[in-house]
């Protein structure tokens, strides 16, 4: 007879979940000191994989956020099937362009008081007060630890990170190589030694692994605020929420994600960052809006992944939240589009969808090209020139 508990089955359940854990953790204790010996004798893609679990947890160890070790979504996640078809529609490079990509090599005068270049997928120089701010720079070939595999570029980067002019701060949203890439920012340190780093915090663990002084990195979790005096007057950085996840390696969520607003003496901007849809974005547009600018993603959503990647109808919905009743005062730049090739959808799509569902009490959307600059107070510049500029690729 068997005479084995309801409560028995369970502890072995328990222990077998355990076991399997344990082993997990092991493997990746030991994936994690060869790539730390072969980031010490200079490999780069070991480096560019960045900080460890353990050079991370002194970072995050105190955030409200932590599950268990880990960041979560407050939000429930999605369900979605995977399908073999997924891979199959990518290997097609459905997102493609079909003609070469305008690019516009860049001209940077002082700081104004508002206006943007935008380099590429979340790279964009921003003016704001007499400051200048470079969001998520990555203006490598790939985003990818190593330059030989990897999404490479559909289009040119309009300068090199030692081309850039100088900048006050250097903001990230989240440590995916689509964000944070280790030779630009490295190289930005290294050519600007007054450039300070605002992150989430536990990215500031891989910033200090490439030889970035700690002194030059500031962290904020959900709802901190962080302040940078320039030359031209404080700037305050507030990281609010954002639905993603982050890593670089084996394990994912060890470091925070979010959005950003940046706020000057006189104007306001908003950056995304990578995000799902969330209605937590009301509450950014509550206690920071409304913006003068938003840099909101609009590119490299699926059906397959909603939670991570808001498509342009989503991405409208967003700046409404944190600019309601702004019209069409306030300027939204797409971003997330365009440069790398992350998911199904044609080349020209978010555009074409942001434009047609702007509705009545649409904002005002410029769709800079890579390298194109707007001045947002006279809304003039070589980014507007060819307002269909895109069209010709699609």
Not at 278 to 287: H, K, L, N, T, Y
Request: proline share 9%; glycine share 10%.
């Amino acid at each position: 007879m068997n005479v084995t508990s309801t409560t028995g089955r369970k502890g072995t359940n328990d222990l077998r979940r355990d076991v399997l854990a344990r082993a997990g953790s092991a493997g990746v204790a030991v994936a994690d000191a060869v790539v730390a010996r072969l980031a010490a004798e200079g490999l780069g893609p070991a480096r560019a994989l960045g900080a460890s679990r353990d050079q991370i947890a002194p970072h995050v160890r105190r955030s409200p956020h932590l599950r268990n070790g880990a960041f979560v979504n407050p939000e429930p996640p999605s369900i979605a099937d995977p399908s073999l078809q997924v891979l199959t529609d990518m290997a097609r490079r459905p997102g493609r362009p079909r003609r070469p990509v305008m690019v516009t090599v860049p001209r940077f005068d002082a700081p104004g008081d508002l206006a943007v270049t935008w380099l590429g997928h979340a790279t964009a120089v921003v003016d704001i007060d007499g400051a200048r701010v470079i969001t998520d720079p990555v203006l490598s070939r790939r985003c990818s630890p190593s330059q030989l595999v990897g999404p490479g570029r559909m289009h040119s980067a309009p300068l090199a990170p030692s081309q850039l002019p100088p900048l006050d701060v250097v903001l990230i949203s989240h440590d995916h190589y689509d964000h944070l890439d280790m030779d630009t920012v490295v190289t930005i340190a290294d050519t600007q030694p007054d450039a300070v780093f605002v992150t989430t915090i536990g990215v500031g663990a891989h910033l200090a692994s490439w030889g970035i002084a700690e002194d030059r990195i500031r962290q904020a979790d959900w709802w901190d605020e962080v302040v940078v005096p320039t030359g031209a007057g404080e700037l305050r950085f507030t990281c609010g929420p954002a639905r993603h996840f982050s890593g670089r390696w084996l394990e994912r969520n060890l470091t925070q994600w979010g959005s950003w607003a940046i706020t000057g003496r006189e104007h306001k901007v908003f950056f995304s960052g990578d995000t799902g849809h969330s209605e937590r974005f009301a509450d950014v547009g509550d206690r920071l809006g409304p913006f003068d600018l938003t840099l909101i993603a609009v590119g490299a959503y699926d059906v397959m992944w909603p939670d991570i990647h808001v498509n342009p109808e989503e991405a409208l919905s967003i700046h409404r939240m944190v600019s309601p009743g702004t019209g069409s005062d306030s300027v939204f730049i797409p971003i997330h589009w365009g440069t790398f090739n992350l998911a199904r959808h044609p080349w020209g799509e978010p555009i074409a969808r942001l434009q047609a569902d702007a509705g009545p009490d649409k904002p005002t959307i410029l769709v800079p090209q890579p390298g194109g600059s707007i001045d947002l107070m006279t809304r003039t510049g070589s980014g507007v020139a060819q307002p269909n500029w895109w069209e010709a690729s699609a």
